[in-house]
């Protein structure tokens, strides 16, 4: 037994001394499997297997209460890339959503990739033109730049707030796999491990409660898992997401992932743009005959509200040993970054967005040169969701006896506001009882009105918010629980 774990162990170190030393020469990893990584898990599967598994019931903790995954096209605070390799089209894309949303850029002097440091990652980009002020650097090691599969994935819980479920990436890539662990800690979130392999490019989320993925999830030469049954996925997707419905389709062939990113895409919570082939030879294989099907099958079911998706097809460019996609695009807020490839469709696939994305601000990028290693522009980000609820207000000032103590605020959230659902908490002493207010939408404002008091009267107040799907947050943070704000009346 000690031999045998002995030489797992030699042929593990050997695969990643190998995919490694390509990197180092810069010939970063590609979205497949290497050959070696291949060839490490199909020889040696339940090893594989068992250094995705963890064991411990604590970090197996399942989130708790109502809550949701957001998808997507949902408001984001900004995007996740990782320097190692493609640099030119990263500078591009960083370039391009700096403009007005967050960036972090996962590098440093730990990276493989080209030895590159913070610092000097920071110097190309304030070089190129990138707006910094937006831009978040995080020196931390990771192997390959397709950040899509090993990022975090959210969740909003019913206390307003956003929390990281950790895939395990189907890849034996373990700085990688770390990914979400570190982000967790970099932006004070709440993470929770499980024992799912699933690359983050075969996974979509309506947003009310399906999960779209294909089969790839079950395919062990891709890394996945063979022995679990779909009843154990819809299980995972339950716990994880809260989803009630998954729909699992055909992965296309000779795509080199199998993941739905390459040939399907969520515009919003019922516009589903689905891969087209001009004609059978078109495509690898049979998948023309595959992506006909899938978008048969979309166009029949129905998303988390019961609303039937809305299909629309999506050319193909013809297979050349490469499969081209426009449908690995991002959308985050009001940007769309699509891949282009200099076909005569790049321009047809960029008006397909428009057209369905009116007022969005659609680009597209040369992804030649990234394409090849079998992914494009959603392969390489991974957005961070903004806050589901959030509720910020200026400090009260000058309050005087008898006149009313007037609370203005503002609220942020990636659901609609419950207008009855917005209150003004308020007492004389702090641990209460408290009276309520309610609070009154003006020009993008809420306003709520304390009774007029005494003067030297301390005023304790907080505020509390819902929006229709029963997530709420409160100013202070758990008030009132761990404090409350106050104002004392001149």
């Known amino acids: 037994?000690?031999?045998?774990?002995?030489?797992?162990?030699?042929?593990?170190?050997?695969?990643?001394?190998?995919?490694?030393?390509?990197?180092?020469?810069?010939?970063?990893?590609?979205?497949?499997?290497?050959?070696?990584?291949?060839?490490?898990?199909?020889?040696?599967?339940?090893?594989?297997?068992?250094?995705?598994?963890?064991?411990?019931?604590?970090?197996?903790?399942?989130?708790?209460?109502?809550?949701?995954?957001?998808?997507?096209?949902?408001?984001?605070?900004?995007?996740?890339?990782?320097?190692?390799?493609?640099?030119?089209?990263?500078?591009?894309?960083?370039?391009?959503?700096?403009?007005?949303?967050?960036?972090?850029?996962?590098?440093?002097?730990?990276?493989?990739?080209?030895?590159?440091?913070?610092?000097?990652?920071?110097?190309?980009?304030?070089?190129?033109?990138?707006?910094?002020?937006?831009?978040?650097m995080i020196d931390y090691r990771l192997d390959s730049v397709w950040v899509r599969d090993f990022g975090p994935w959210w969740i909003y819980t019913e206390d307003g707030d956003r929390e990281i479920i950790d895939f395990k990436y189907n890849r034996p890539r373990p700085n990688d796999d770390k990914l979400p662990i570190k982000m967790g800690e970099v932006l004070n979130v709440q993470h929770y491990t499980t024992n799912l392999i699933m690359a983050g490019g075969n996974f979509m989320l309506d947003g009310h409660g399906v999960a779209i993925m294909t089969d790839v999830v079950f395919d062990p030469s891709q890394g996945g898992m063979p022995n679990m049954s779909v009843a154990q996925l819809e299980k995972y997707m339950k716990d994880l997401f809260n989803v009630e419905k998954v729909i699992i389709l055909e992965q296309m062939k000779r795509d080199g992932t199998g993941h739905v990113d390459m040939f399907c895409k969520l515009l919003d919570d019922r516009t589903i743009l689905v891969g087209e082939y001009a004609s059978p030879s078109d495509g690898a294989e049979n998948n023309y005959d595959i992506l006909n099907r899938n978008a048969a099958r979309l166009a029949n079911e129905t998303n988390g509200k019961g609303e039937k998706f809305k299909v629309v097809r999506m050319p193909m460019p013809k297979y050349t040993g490469t499969s081209f996609s426009y449908t690995n695009s991002l959308i985050v807020n009001n940007k769309v970054l699509v891949p282009i490839y200099g076909f005569s469709t790049d321009e047809t696939a960029l008006n397909i967005y428009r057209k369905h994305l009116p007022g969005y601000d659609v680009k597209g990028f040369d992804c030649r040169s990234i394409i090849t290693a079998n992914g494009a522009i959603h392969c390489i980000t991974k957005l961070v969701m903004s806050d589901p609820l959030e509720i910020k207000a200026n400090d009260i000032e000058d309050?005087?006896?008898?006149?009313?103590?007037?609370?203005?605020?503002?609220?942020?959230?990636?659901?609609?506001?419950?207008?009855?659902?917005v209150t003004v908490y308020w007492s004389t002493n702090s641990e209460g009882p408290f009276a309520e207010v309610s609070a009154v939408e003006v020009d993008g404002k809420y306003l709520a009105a304390i009774p007029a008091q005494a003067v030297g009267t301390t005023v304790y107040y907080f505020i509390e918010a819902e929006d229709v799907r029963g997530m709420y947050d409160t100013l202070p943070n758990k008030a009132p629980y761990q404090g409350v704000l106050s104002v004392v009346v001149k």
């Open 399 to 421: 309050v005087r006896a008898g006149s009313d103590i007037y609370v203005e605020f503002e609220i942020s959230s990636a659901k609609e506001i419950n207008p009855e659902a």
């Open 1 to 136: 037994m000690f031999k045998k774990t002995l030489l797992v162990t030699l042929v593990f170190l050997l695969v990643f001394t190998t995919a490694f030393a390509n990197v180092n020469q810069e010939q970063p990893l590609p979205h497949s499997l290497t050959d070696a990584e291949r060839e490490y898990i199909l020889n040696n599967y339940e090893e594989y297997l068992n250094s995705k598994t963890t064991r411990s019931r604590e970090a197996l903790r399942l989130p708790q209460g109502n809550f949701y995954g957001p998808a997507e096209y949902e408001p984001a605070d900004g995007v996740i890339f990782s320097w190692n390799g493609y640099t030119t089209l990263l500078k591009q894309l960083i370039k391009f959503v700096a403009e007005d949303y967050k960036v972090w850029v996962v590098a440093g002097g730990s990276s493989y990739w080209s030895g590159s440091t913070v610092d000097s990652v920071k110097k190309e980009l304030q070089n190129y033109g990138v707006n910094m002020a937006n831009v978040n």
